[in-house]
């Protein structure tokens, strides 16, 4: 071979590797692309509450439950209590709806949801009730326990002696509102299980006329009194979303999370559902949905019982009418009792 075709044939290999090395670094890039992009594994979905039951208040049978005798803050829905030791008032003559309840300084400094009362302000109990079921004002519940009783703390030893008669072993009252004690400790507050909420749930539907208050969606208060209202909004998102809800109380702090006691009556059926501790409103609300479609599945229609099942009377005009509730989703499979029902993930088809 000649010097000039060695030198031809020495530039085309050149050309060819440099060709190849083109062709290559795609490849190549695409490869590494793909192994620096690979997806990282799922956060922990984290459980949709601490504690839960479900109850069916004809007869107080436990439909299912879980974690449902763990201690934890109820939050508002302390103020459940609040509102039967202020009926056993009522029915015992000591005070009646109409009584004036003159809000003090202590009343007026409570903080937290309120309906900023002021100090020499006057109000009947029914009044105040209604905003301690609809707007959670913990001012309002301060004012009520020196209305029933001679003060603070012997309102709350008469909650704790009512807990006591209800078999609500697991439950210490230290507070007529539910917030937070000063330590932020949790064993230095209010604490109760969901077992012992339902137990006080079922006591007031059975006993008192709570559900005309917990069924209302819009109300004033200082209508009459004050030349600037307050437009209170029922915290209980089930309202008018979930078909027959009509109760019974919210809660939240940050160490409580989110809680509710709702309850629902349908077809002659009554259920009392109670979680505490769920990390967000949304989480705990579509949850409570979802076992009311699926426990009143499971239930016959009109049932006989010698229990009485209460349903709430109709709640008066408001400035902003509720729209009618929806009609029930679909139901799913009934697993055994006591267990974790076969529930749809997405829960009922409804948005808050």
């Not at 507050?189 to 709570?210: F, M, N, Q, V, Y």
């Not at 819009?218 to 209202?229: I, K, S, Y």
């Not at 499971?298 to 009618?324: G, W």
């Not at 009609?327 to 009922?348: F, I, M, Q, V, Y």
């Given at each position: 071979?000649?010097?000039?075709?060695a030198?031809?044939f020495?530039?085309?290999?050149?050309?060819?590797?440099?060709?190849?090395?083109?062709?290559?670094?795609?490849?190549?890039?695409?490869?590494?692309s793909?192994?620096?992009t690979?997806?990282?594994p799922?956060?922990?979905?984290?459980?949709?509450?601490?504690?839960?039951?479900?109850m069916?208040?004809?007869?107080?049978?436990?439909?299912?439950?879980?974690?449902?005798?763990?201690?934890a803050p109820?939050?508002?829905?302390?103020k459940l209590?609040?509102?039967?030791?202020?009926?056993?008032?009522?029915k015992?003559?000591?005070i009646?709806?109409?009584?004036?309840?003159?809000?003090?300084?202590?009343?007026?400094?409570?903080?937290?949801?309120?309906v900023?009362?002021?100090q020499?302000?006057?109000?009947?109990v029914?009044?105040?009730?209604?905003?301690l079921?609809?707007?959670?004002?913990?001012d309002?519940?301060?004012a009520?326990?020196?209305a029933a009783a001679?003060?603070?703390?012997?309102?709350?030893?008469?909650?704790?002696a009512?807990?006591q008669?209800?078999?609500?072993?697991?439950?210490?009252?230290?507070t007529?509102?539910?917030?937070?004690?000063?330590?932020?400790?949790?064993?230095?507050?209010?604490l109760?299980?969901?077992?012992d909420?339902?137990?006080?749930?079922l006591a007031?539907?059975r006993?008192?006329?709570?559900l005309?208050?917990?069924?209302?969606?819009?109300?004033?208060?200082?209508?009459?009194?004050?030349?600037?209202?307050?437009?209170?909004k029922?915290?209980?998102?089930?309202?008018?979303?979930?078909?027959?809800?009509d109760g019974?109380?919210?809660?939240?702090t940050?160490?409580?999370g989110?809680?509710?006691a709702?309850?629902?009556?349908?077809?002659?059926?009554?259920?009392?559902?109670?979680?505490?501790?769920?990390?967000d409103?949304k989480?705990?609300?579509?949850?409570i949905?979802?076992?009311?479609?699926?426990y009143?599945?499971?239930?016959?229609?009109?049932?006989?019982?010698?229990?009485p099942?209460?349903a709430a009377?109709?709640?008066?005009?408001?400035?902003?009418?509720?729209?009618?509730?929806?009609?029930a989703?679909?139901n799913?499979?009934?697993?055994?009792p006591?267990?974790?029902?076969?529930?749809?993930?997405?829960?009922?088809?409804?948005?808050?």
């Amino acid at each position: 071979m000649s010097d000039s075709s060695a030198h031809r044939f020495s530039c085309i290999l050149a050309m060819l590797a440099l060709f190849a090395s083109l062709v290559a670094f795609p490849a190549r890039a695409a490869a590494q692309s793909r192994t620096k992009t690979t997806r990282a594994p799922a956060a922990a979905v984290p459980p949709a509450y601490k504690g839960a039951i479900v109850m069916n208040a004809a007869g107080g049978q436990v439909l299912f439950e879980d974690n449902a005798d763990s201690a934890a803050p109820p939050a508002s829905i302390t103020k459940l209590m609040t509102f039967l030791v202020v009926h056993d008032a009522i029915k015992a003559g000591r005070i009646n709806p109409d009584t004036p309840v003159a809000v003090t300084s202590e009343d007026a400094r409570i903080g937290g949801t309120r309906v900023r009362l002021k100090q020499g302000e006057v109000f009947t109990v029914d009044e105040l009730l209604h905003a301690l079921m609809i707007q959670s004002a913990n001012d309002c519940a301060h004012a009520l326990a020196h209305a029933a009783a001679s003060g603070r703390e012997e309102f709350v030893a008469l909650m704790n002696a009512r807990a006591q008669s209800l078999g609500m072993k697991n439950t210490t009252f230290r507070t007529p509102h539910g917030l937070p004690p000063p330590s932020r400790r949790d064993a230095d507050g209010d604490l109760t299980t969901p077992r012992d909420i339902a137990l006080l749930s079922l006591a007031l539907i059975r006993e008192t006329d709570i559900l005309k208050y917990t069924s209302i969606r819009l109300r004033e208060f200082g209508a009459r009194t004050r030349p600037d209202p307050v437009m209170m909004k029922n915290h209980n998102n089930l309202l008018a979303k979930i078909a027959g809800v009509d109760g019974l109380k919210t809660g939240f702090t940050r160490n409580a999370g989110y809680c509710l006691a709702a309850t629902a009556h349908r077809d002659g059926n009554r259920l009392i559902i109670v979680t505490l501790g769920s990390p967000d409103s949304k989480t705990r609300d579509l949850k409570i949905a979802a076992l009311f479609e699926h426990y009143f599945a499971e239930l016959p229609s009109s049932p006989i019982s010698a229990a009485p099942v209460t349903a709430a009377p109709p709640p008066p005009s408001s400035p902003r009418p509720a729209a009618p509730p929806p009609s029930a989703p679909g139901n799913s499979t009934a697993p055994p009792p006591r267990s974790e029902p076969a529930l749809n993930p997405d829960g009922p088809d409804i948005r808050f």
